[in-house]
């Protein structure tokens, strides 16, 4: 199995224990996941591309913020509470303390973005003609997107995360699972110099502008003409430029980045619905979905113009009308109808 592919080692660590509780697994523990499992939406279950990049990145960004509370500590205690990613991952996942819908959504996002950029062309890129455009401004964000993409890699260029990639947060409530994770394995003693050890790293975590945030600034200084330029977004398509396609056409939307991301992987009536609202003429939105479909979930390009056409200018209107109340309220009233 390629080390790309982590499950299979992963579990293969966990196998003495796993083999241990073969027969519990399979009681009404067990009967209860592949229940839900069973009769999950195909359209809603987890490729597994998507689970193995997540997965990775999980193990990894809890590694990294087990190293980091380690080197904090004095060598005994350091030494008393060694443990592996898969061993830390495993007493947090029992614990529910890695069932973090923020957590799961950014590496579902960074899985995704890796997934769609993988079946893009090579070559050089729009974002890399940009560093070296003529307007200052539009070169200076673009180059420190591409610093910032640079930094969620590894050293083997996959996509990763780190400590700096979440938000405030986030950042407390895994680094402090984390160190508690570690404090069941140590000296008593220990107890207290883990604790200041995560504070420690916490208040020295670093501050950096996410991808997102970095996108929407460049889209901001492309300004109206350049994210109409001709052919651009069927360009960022064919590249498999997802977040910067969905930056542009939130922009061009008046819709928050977030709306515009889950549109553009949420099916073929949504993205329809993303691309009139953006004002996306109907032969750039066809050549668009011919070129990115497959790679955004789209299973018929025939049928996501289809859902283009039919869409009226009054549906449009309507949505934008409704796009405009408060999202919080726009969600509680979805959830209320869903009961109703």
Same mark, same amino acid.
């Given at each position: 199995?390629?080390?790309?592919?982590?499950?299979?080692?992963?579990?293969?660590?966990?196998?003495?224990?796993?083999?241990?509780?073969?027969?519990?697994?399979?009681?009404?523990?067990?009967?209860?996941?592949?229940?839900?499992?069973? +009769?999950?939406?195909?359209?809603?279950?987890?490729?597994?591309?998507?689970?193995?990049?997540?997965?990775?990145?999980?193990?990894?960004?809890?590694?990294?913020?087990?190293?980091?509370?380690?080197?904090?500590?004095?060598?005994?205690?350091?030494?008393?509470?060694?443990?592996?990613? +898969?061993?830390?991952?495993?007493?947090?996942?029992?614990?529910?303390?890695?069932?973090?819908?923020?957590?799961?959504?950014?590496?579902?996002?960074?899985?995704?973005?890796?997934?769609?950029?993988?079946?893009?062309?090579?070559?050089?890129?729009?974002?890399?003609?940009?560093?070296?455009?003529?307007?200052?401004?539009?070169?200076?964000?673009?180059?420190?997107?591409?610093?910032?993409?640079?930094?969620?890699?590894?050293?083997?260029?996959?996509?990763? /995360?780190?400590?700096?990639?979440?938000?405030?947060?986030?950042?407390?409530?895994?680094?402090?699972?984390?160190?508690?994770?570690?404090?069941?394995?140590?000296?008593?003693?220990?107890?207290?110099?883990?604790?200041?050890?995560?504070?420690?790293?916490?208040?020295?975590?670093?501050?950096?502008?996410?991808?997102?945030?970095?996108?929407?600034?460049?889209?901001?200084?492309?300004?109206?003409?350049?994210?109409?330029?001709?052919?651009?977004?069927?360009?960022?398509?064919?590249?498999?430029?997802?977040?910067?396609?969905?930056?542009?056409?939130?922009?061009?939307?008046?819709?928050?980045?977030?709306?515009?991301?889950?549109?553009?992987?949420?099916?073929?009536?949504?993205?329809? /619905?993303?691309?009139?609202?953006?004002?996306?003429?109907?032969?750039?939105?066809?050549?668009?979905?011919?070129?990115?479909?497959?790679?955004?979930?789209?299973?018929?390009?025939?049928?996501?113009?289809?859902?283009?056409?039919?869409?009226?200018?009054?549906?449009?209107?309507?949505?934008?009308?409704?796009?405009?109340?408060?999202?919080?309220?726009?969600?509680?009233?979805?959830?209320?109808?869903?009961?109703?």
């Amino acid at each position: 199995m390629p080390a790309e592919w982590p499950i299979t080692s992963a579990l293969s660590e966990g196998r003495e224990t796993r083999t241990s509780t073969a027969f519990a697994a399979a009681g009404s523990g067990r009967l209860a996941a592949v229940v839900q499992d069973f +009769f999950l939406s195909p359209e809603a279950r987890l490729t597994e591309q998507e689970r193995s990049l997540m997965t990775a990145m999980l193990h990894g960004l809890v590694e990294r913020i087990a190293v980091e509370i380690r080197a904090r500590l004095s060598p005994e205690v350091a030494a008393s509470c060694e443990a592996s990613a +898969f061993e830390l991952v495993a007493d947090l996942t029992r614990a529910g303390l890695v069932q973090d819908e923020a957590l799961v959504a950014l590496l579902l996002r960074r899985a995704d973005v890796q997934r769609i950029a993988s079946s893009g062309r090579g070559g050089r890129s729009t974002l890399q003609g940009w560093t070296a455009g003529h307007d200052a401004e539009v070169a200076a964000a673009a180059m420190s997107l591409v610093t910032a993409r640079g930094r969620g890699r590894d050293r083997f260029g996959r996509v990763s /995360l780190d400590l700096s990639d979440l938000s405030a947060s986030l950042a407390q409530r895994l680094v402090v699972a984390v160190a508690a994770a570690l404090g069941r394995r140590c000296l008593e003693a220990g107890d207290a110099e883990i604790a200041d050890a995560a504070n420690d790293l916490l208040s020295s975590r670093t501050e950096w502008s996410s991808p997102e945030e970095l996108e929407a600034a460049l889209v901001d200084a492309l300004g109206s003409d350049g994210r109409q330029a001709p052919g651009l977004l069927v360009a960022l398509a064919a590249e498999g430029d997802a977040p910067l396609l969905a930056a542009v056409l939130a922009a061009e939307a008046c819709l928050a980045p977030d709306e515009a991301w889950d549109a553009l992987l949420g099916g073929a009536d949504d993205l329809a /619905l993303l691309l009139r609202l953006a004002g996306v003429p109907r032969p750039e939105a066809a050549a668009l979905l011919a070129s990115a479909g497959p790679a955004l979930g789209i299973g018929d390009p025939v049928r996501a113009i289809e859902a283009y056409d039919a869409i009226s200018a009054e549906r449009v209107e309507e949505a934008r009308a409704e796009l405009a109340l408060p999202s919080a309220y726009r969600h509680a009233r979805r959830i209320i109808g869903c009961h109703g």
